[in-house]
T-cell receptor, first 110, second 116 residues
Framework: GESVGLHLPTLSVQEGDNSIINCAYSNSASDYFIWYKQESGKGPQFIIDIRSNMDKRQGQRVTVLLNKTVKHLSLQIAATQPGDSAVYFCADGGTYKYIFGTGTRLKVLA | GAVVSQHPSRVICKSGTSVKIECRSLDFQATTMFWYRQFPKQSLMLMATSNEGSKATYEQGVEKDKFLINHASLTLSTLTVTSAHPEDSSFYIC?????FGTGELFFGEGSRLTVL
């Protein structure tokens, strides 16, 4: 069945460094992916999305890379800040119902 | 961006009682809303798809008689947890979108239910 999974449950990064959060998906027909940020006790917040006709998309301090060959996407956060500490989810939005990955907790070290 | 509001944000109830959670799209109309459940340190699990004017579609393993969903208008969906038990304690989150596959879903802030 479909699944979206993350490689690492926790990622600790020094403040100012770049963060890379990975995600694997299994449905080769998936054509739309989204990254969400969830802070403790809050709902998910949209970060960036990407369609399968692209392999890279950039936002403000964030970049999403999509490798359809190996069904992998990543979220890169430049110059990680304390406010980036949260759980990050990738989601397969190819169907009307989004399938969420297990999540990666990003800890920013001062 | 679009705003989705949930109420209440926190609720504590006794076992056996029913609790209603509201999900509103504040600045757009949503023919479809989604209800998720999230246990601590886990991902969001889709419970059901709420369709305006029709019955909700439940995911496998979700009891429709226990989790009643009503989508009476284009801006409001409600989730009622009936005869709540302590194992129903969780974080419930709703979402709505303006066009699936063309933009992101907008999520509510979540409602934390604690059943004593």
């Amino acid at each position: 069945g479909e699944s979206v999974g993350l490689h690492l449950p926790t990622l600790s990064v020094q403040e100012g460094d770049n963060s890379i959060i990975n995600c694997a998906y299994s449905n080769s027909a998936s054509d739309y992916f989204i990254w969400y940020k969830q802070e403790s006790g809050k709902g998910p917040q949209f970060i960036i999305d990407i369609r399968s006709n692209m392999d890279k998309r950039q936002g403000q301090r964030v970049t999403v890379l999509l490798n359809k060959t190996v069904k992998h996407l990543s979220l890169q956060i430049a110059a990680t800040q304390p406010g980036d500490s949260a759980v990050y989810f990738c989601a397969d939005g190819g169907t009307y119902k989004y399938i969420f990955g297990t999540g990666t907790r990003l800890k920013v070290l001062a | 961006g679009a705003v989705v509001s949930q109420h209440p944000s926190r609720v504590i109830c006794k076992s056996g009682t029913s609790v209603k959670i509201e999900c509103r799209s504040l600045d757009f109309q949503a023919t479809t809303m989604f209800w998720y459940r999230q246990f601590p340190k886990q991902s969001l699990m889709l419970m059901a798809t709420s369709n305006e004017g029709s019955k909700a579609t439940y995911e496998q393993g979700v009891e429709k008689d226990k989790f009643l969903i009503n989508h009476a208008s284009l801006t409001l969906s409600t989730l009622t947890v009936t005869s709540a038990h302590p194992e129903d304690s969780s974080f419930y989150i709703c979402s709505a979108g303006t066009g699936f596959g063309t933009g992101e879903l907008f999520f509510g802030e979540g409602s934390r239910l604690t059943v004593l």
